[in-house]
């Protein structure tokens, strides 16, 4: 129990960091300077205001300075994240795979917002999680079925022998590679058909993501999710709203984001080599 605390702290922590990459990195700007500061007056923050949710509630959800109202984003992101950190540590231990999971639904968690509030899906956390997932890859099984029966069938017939550890890495790169490019083919080909972009090439690195972590097999469910869940919401939401379909962006990135944590609460978890 004492290292799931200390994680939701942490979890808190990371949160609050990824609440300034949310901020941040769709407008190019560095995510170490200048220091925190308010987007309305753009005074700097002091530290005693921006501690995870404690600063938010304390000021009620304003700026000490000019009295704007700061964005439930902020505490929802530190919360969501401290949570998600918790249950992964107190399910299963202070072990490489809980800290797969944390990162995993962290930078879920972080890609949701940013494309909800900016359609951009920042190469740092969809790229730079695609790495971390196969480095994970060499230390915890992926949890996947697919990738590993096309991966022996492909070593069977060249005759290569590998070890457990890079038969992981090589499936997990199948389970990004296999998605994200049935992903790109699919937008490409609704581009040649309707003659206008209909999918952000963020959305596809994310899939690739995702399948760096948890394989083909949850990678193409989340997409499938994903993509449902992004139709049956997006076209309701068009409809009350009376936009535009025609002109309207869907960010499909955060119902995929979303579809990512629910796969990594319904994935089967490996137990090790």
């Known amino acids: 129990m004492l290292e799931a605390i200390f994680a939701l702290l942490f979890g808190l922590v990371i949160g609050s960091f990824l609440n300034v990459c949310i901020y941040r990195w769709p407008l190019d700007l560095s995510v170490v300077k200048p220091r925190s500061h308010c987007v309305s007056c753009e005074k700097t923050i002091a530290w005693y205001d921006n501690v995870p949710l404690l600063s938010f509630m304390l000021l009620g959800g304003r700026c000490r300075y000019c009295k704007a109202r700061i964005s439930w984003r902020y505490p929802v992101v530190e919360l969501a994240v401290g949570l998600l950190w918790f249950y992964w540590v107190y399910t299963y231990g202070p072990t490489a795979l809980a800290a797969k999971l944390s990162i995993l639904t962290a930078l879920s968690v972080a890609l949701t917002f940013s494309d909800l509030e900016e359609r951009i899906l920042p190469d740092e956390m969809t790229l730079g999680g695609t790495v971390i997932g196969l480095a994970f890859a060499y230390f915890v099984p992926v949890p ?75 990678a193409l469910m989340t997409l499938i999710l994903g993509c449902i869940a992004g139709s049956i919401i997006g076209y309701s939401y068009i409809k009350l709203t009376h936009k535009d379909p025609s002109t309207y962006e869907l960010p499909l990135g955060s119902f995929l984001g979303l579809a990512t944590i629910f796969m990594a609460f319904a994935s089967e978890k490996p137990t090790g080599w």
């Open 144 to 218: 996947d079925i697919y990738a590993p029966a096309i991966l022996s069938l492909i070593l069977l017939m060249t005759g290569i022998t590998v070890s457990d550890a890079i038969r992981s890495v090589a499936s997990a790169a199948l389970g990004a590679g296999l998605p994200a490019f049935l992903l790109w083919f699919g937008g490409w080909l609704y581009e040649k058909v309707r003659r206008r972009e209909g999918l952000g090439l963020g959305d596809v690195k994310l899939i690739a993501m995702v399948g760096a972590f948890l394989g083909l097999q949850n």
